[in-house]
C-alpha cells in the first residue's frame, strides 16, 4: 500500500476516533470537524504531555530548537519563541514521529520549522513527519469542502482568466512565472475573493503558513499543475 496513503489515514484515524467519542471527550461542547486538527486536542487524546517553553541545547548559530520528543515519557515540547501557526505544525509533526514509532527518537529535538517547505527534508523520517503533520492539520476531505464553498469550482488552473481573478492588472506576474513553482498555489490559499465571491483565506481558516497550504492544495490536486 502507498506510504503517503497510510500515513495521511494514521492521522484521520485519530479524528475519526476523536469525532465518534466527542459527546465523552467535550461533554457540553459543540464540536465542529475543523476543531479536530487542533494539534493540542489530538497530543492530549492521545496520552502525549505538551510543554511549551525555551529548549535549551546547543544547534546551529542563529537558531533555537523548535520542540523535541521524548518517547520514554510520552512528552513533546514546544519553543515558545515561535508564531502561533510554527507552533500548531510543531506539535503535529512531534506527534508525528510517536505515532509513527519512528526508530531513534526516543530523545530528538527539531529546529524551527514555518509549515510545509517546498525543500524536501533529506531524512525519510522528517519527510513522513511533515506529511502526517500536513494532513491532520489540513484534512483532505475539509480542505476540499472549504476549497469549494469558497470558490465554486472543483479544481484550479493557470489560465489567464484566473490569473486576473487574482491579482487583476498585474496578473502577467503570475502567468509568467516559473513552471511548476508554487505562485498560483500560495495565491490561492491566501486569496480572499474569486469572480465576486468574497471569502476568508484558506490558510487562515486551517492557522497554517501560505506555503503549507499551497502544498496540501497541489498534493489534492485543487490546484492543478
Sequence with gaps: MNTTFCIEECALEVQREMWDKQFSLWPGEKMQRLD?????????????EVQEGFISGDTRPGYRFGGFVNRDLNLVGISDHQSERAKRFTLAHEVA???????GMHHHRELPMQGLETRVPADWKEREANHYAGCLLVPSALLTKAFR???????????????????GQEYAQLT??????RALARL???????????????HDLFKVSDMTMAIRLEQTGLVQL
Excluded at 97 to 103: N, V
Excluded at 156 to 167: F, H, I, R, S, Y
Excluded at 176 to 181: A, D, G, I, L, W
Aim: net charge negative; charged share 15%.
Design 176 to 181: 509568467n512565472s516559473p513552471p511548476h513553482s
Design 97 to 103: 514521529h510517536l505515532q509513527l514509532d519512528h526508530p
Design 36 to 48: 479536530l486538527c487542533d494539534p493540542w486536542l489530538v497530543a492530549a487524546y492521545l496520552g502525549y
Design 188 to 202: 490561492i490559499a491566501t486569496a480572499r475573493r474569486f469572480r465576486g465571491r468574497h471569502f476568508g483565506s484558506l
Design 149 to 167: 464553498s469558497a470558490f465554486n469550482v472543483t479544481s484550479l488552473m493557470l489560465t489567464d482568466e484566473v490569473a486576473w481573478e487574482l491579482l
